[in-house]
């Protein structure tokens, strides 16, 4: 079924090209492979190739997504294009780091936008690809029309309000902002960067981006004397922020203590991290007995998914 929903995407995405655009499409499971060399035209011809090739795919195999990335991310790049990789699995995969190291590697100016199908995605990984390659992510239910979240991916796509964004914050002593590459500005879809900033009073901030086809300049007035500007919970949402890129900069960078800095920002601000966790003590009651007991737990398996190869002993 997830495989079904999967061709159903990409048969509604060849469909709606334009025959200005390219494109191509790779399979991967326990290695990846690809229905030509390089991104061709998408001319009815092509795209009708690409339909066949589609309805051949069968699912099968391990999910080894980290091939299908280097396979997209690896074709040569044409600078007259935005090259969009839409990753679409149904696969709970496990070496985030490893996948995420080879998409800070191999991004380049490429966007991602990735694709979860069924309840057993790693939901993690899909979400952190599309923040890294500055695209959307979007889930899809065993239940649940695929058409939905394809259209909903061209209208990101085909709206892109600003993209190449660089702001300038004048006045403001602002540090540590993330993230730190600015996504691109879609439609429906708020740019949202925290940093920190000393100083206070009124400062113009400058945002500049490319819209349309050339480069546009916006003028936005903060007040750092507002209420909302001092909240107390805000340095939680930024400390937040600089554990997720530190996590994410430990994927590609094993020459520093990032774990360390990551435990540090962590115990600072009282976060759950990677390296830290929180223990509760009940001091009200006390287990019976002199040894321990062991309990039985059940383990709940995704949607779709065979307990004994899911589960072992």
Known sequence: ??????????????????ARDTFQIIRFSNNASAMGPAPIPATPR????????????EGSGGTMMIEGIKAALDFAHDPQRVRVVSFLTDGFIGNDAEILGEVH??????????????????????????????????????DESAAQAVDGFYECV?????????????GLDVTDVYPRRIPDLF??????????????GNATIRVAGTAG???????????????????????????????????DQATYDTNTDLPGEIKEVALEYGLMSAFTAFVAV??????AGDHGTTVSVAVPVPEGVRYETTVSD
């Open 1 to 18: 079924e997830p495989i079904r929903i999967a061709k159903s995407a990409v048969r509604r995405a060849l469909r709606r090209m334009e």
């Open 187 to 200: 439609v429906g879809r708020p740019v949202v960067l925290t940093g920190r900033f000393k100083g206070a």
């Open 158 to 170: 085909s709206h892109a309000a600003m993209t190449d964004i660089d702001i300038d914050f004048g």
């Open 213 to 247: 086809d050339g480069r546009q300049d916006i003028t936005l007035h903060a007040n750092t004397d507002d209420a909302a500007a001092t909240h107390k919970g805000l340095p939680s949402v930024w400390a937040r922020m600089r554990i997720a890129d530190l996590a």
């Open 46 to 57: 092509n795209v009708e190739r690409g339909l066949k090739y589609l309805d051949s795919l």
């Open 282 to 287: 009940d001091s009200q009651s006390k287990t």
């Open 105 to 142: 590697k191999r991004l380049g100016a490429s966007r991602i936008f990735s694709f979860g199908i069924g309840s057993s995605t790693n939901r993690y990984l899909l979400t952190r690809m599309a923040q890294i390659g500055r695209g959307a992510v979007a889930f899809v239910g065993i």
